[in-house]
């Protein structure tokens, strides 16, 4: 097809679109090209001249372009392979390069490690320890080192460690017991709970704004090539590590878990700085975070392997063998480092041991898809009411003092928590208490089972025992406390603090997982004889474990939320070492996904995302809609003109002036205003450092200097001045699509190759452009016009018009049956039509 047959050639590039009726005239077939031929000799960088400093970096909260980094980082290797052979030097250098991935790694894993292993947990315990039973001389011994080893040692070494523990009231009242010894408790509890909470606030707010949150929503942005200068920065790290201690130690719902993988990236962030090879290449500095991501899970959790999975499944945006080999080896590096500084005093790397001596039966299927289903609808409820806290904390005056929101949540966080000795207790000794199996010498309330066995026979395997007022007891302070972990998990998730949300979603999962065991556990001791226990649960037998139904609890509850499933399962199961258990825990991780993506399928990292504003592309939702990049792509019909430069007929004044009045981050280069054939694509920033370059060194450079980026001169009048060339800034490949490419694989195109933006032209002459911010836009625009608000069910329901109008009248009824606002607009206008007929038949002569 040529311009005389297509009355839309040439296109000018203003702000007139092809209308879409027309489309269909041009045919239906689409080529899709990179704007250069495969066997070019021009490369994405033409370097015909001296490289200029700056140019090819990035702005702040900017999108990296991954094709053009992977040309560089080619365009670096080759030239270090054809440079080895000349001498010994340069076959080190090429060495090191080639060893500089594996040690950037190393040392993330060895410096995430140490963090997590020796520093944070002493000082969390320490200062979780000080706000409850430490005192005097014995207020830097460790708690766990006391009540570390098996049950049994505990119960022997138990009023040894008694010196040790001492109340406040001891140290304060010296009143043993009494309603002023509780109050002075209950005083200091608050006390240092707010004391933690506003140090931990203002370090945050005065040093290092980015220290707060979880920061995976951050990472996962960072990781798909966004840049947010700062986030990953060493004042980040410093603040975060002090802080997020003094935030675990407040009590407040909230875990360390995921502000560890923030960390341990900031680790990785800085240690690629010492290699060239990472530090001048947006690109592969983001293997250097998957890694460090795998890592940061590694010791937050003891789990290698899992690390490893979350990192491909959750975080990562680009993640290619090599990548996994060295998250593999990052996440080794960090967990042999915990294991030899045994941070949990039990000469195992593993957060939550557990050790249960009875299997599962296929009758404790049922109970564990409830609790997947519990987890899914904690999930979906949780994601939905956090999302709108956080929106309305942004859209009203209380998001503007962020340190009287953190003591608020810390103050009721505190008075709340303390009479309960569940909610009491630090999270994860929460977690463990809950996952562990009752023993012959376990002292907790939810192992007070009426017993008629000799007390000195120490057994592994006891058989169920019907409850005693302990265990019902703890039943009743569990369903409290699981109430109050729901709702103040919504409201701390977002605040001003280093804040992550694996710990609380798997203590909500567990508190309700052990209430569920428990009951399965009583009524298959009293109903022994039923069909579905007849089979396994004998008279005197251990059949129903507790603890295990705590277990696949939690992992169902923090799939719910994150809508993990294997990487999940994995972790789990490496948490706790219960590898015989892992059916149930994916049957029940499975069926939280299920349930969850009923009634959304963002997790609440995506929804974080989504609600920041972020320009991610998730790989993981698919594009159904039917419309053409001629739809998506600038300028529309109310738009300025497309901004373009030519390739030999612009001065730099005009191009300056161009820059100063738009705000686009790139423009395509033509041949001339009249054909609008495409030669490239330049990019604002690569302008701006090249022509100030040119006029600091360059002599003869004015404003009147032609600028050129072709591959020859223009020939020029004696009298012009110096000619500015710039083909070495130009990118002679842009990628390109018509603009009958379906928005489907334009936006495959933006999430397989992580493009910024994408040229649309129509026979080689540029009609317009689309950005991931344009992506992003209409896809968002599809969502909100497809997307219910409610579940599909909801709408299924038969549903009855309002009996009042919008002015407050009753609505009128034909019939009996209340006429809908549409019938109601349809009869007045019936009506109109009857008295206009009658008006022109009274006046008709």
Known sequence: ??????????????GDCIPLRELHKRGTHYTMTNGGSINSSTHLLDLLDEPIPGVGTYDDFHTIDWVR??????????????????????????????????????????????????????????????????????????HHNCLGGTNYQKFRIRENCSKMKSEWKHCISGACKGPGSYIMNYIMYIFWALSFAFLAVSLVKVFAPYACGSGIPEIKTILSGFIIRGYLGKWTLMIKTITLVLAVASGLSLGKEGPLVHVACCCGNIFSYLFPKYSTNEAKKREVLSAASAAGVSVAFGAPIGGVLFSLEEVSYYFPLKTLWRSFFAALVAAFVLRSINPFGNSRLVLFYVEYHTPWYLFELFPFILLGVFGGLWGAFFIRANIAWCRRRKSTKFGKYPVLEVIVVAAVTAVIAFPNPYTRLNTSELIKELFTDCGPLESSSLCDYRNDMNASKIVDDIPDRPAGLGVYSAIWQLCLALIFKIIMTVFTFGIKVPSGLFIPSMAIGAIAGRIVGIAVEQLAYYHHDWFIFKEWCEVGADCITPGLYAMVGAAACLGGVTRMTVSLVVIVFELTGGLEYIVPLMAAVMTSKWVGDAFGREGIYEAHIRLNGYPFLDAKEEFTHTTLAADVMRPRRSDPPLAVLTQDNMTVDDIENMINETSYNGFPVIMSKESQRLVGFALRRDLTIAIESARKKQEGIVGSSRVCFAQHTPS???????????????????FTVTDHTPMEIVVDIFRKLGLRQCLVTHNGTVLGIITRKNMLAHLEELTLRTEPLAPPWYYNKKRHPPSYGPDGKPRPRVNNVQLSPEAEEEEEEEEEAEEEACLLTSTAP
């Open 1 to 14: 097809m040529d311009a005389a047959s297509d009355p839309y050639l040439p296109y000018d590039g203003g």
């Open 69 to 142: 980094e992977k040309c560089k980082d080619r365009e670096r290797h080759r030239r270090i392979n054809s440079k080895k052979k000349e001498s010994a030097w340069e076959m080190t250098k090429s060495l090191y390069d080639a060893w500089s991935g594996w040690l950037v790694v190393t040392l993330t894993g060895l410096a995430s490690g140490k963090m997590q292993g020796a520093w944070d947990p002493l000082a969390e315990d320490v200062k979780t320890n000080l706000k409850m039973v430490l005192c005097r001389s014995f207020l830097w011994t460790l």
């Open 716 to 734: 020029l009048p004696a009298e012009s001045p110096r000619p500015l060339k710039l083909r070495s800034i130009l990118d002679m490949s842009p």
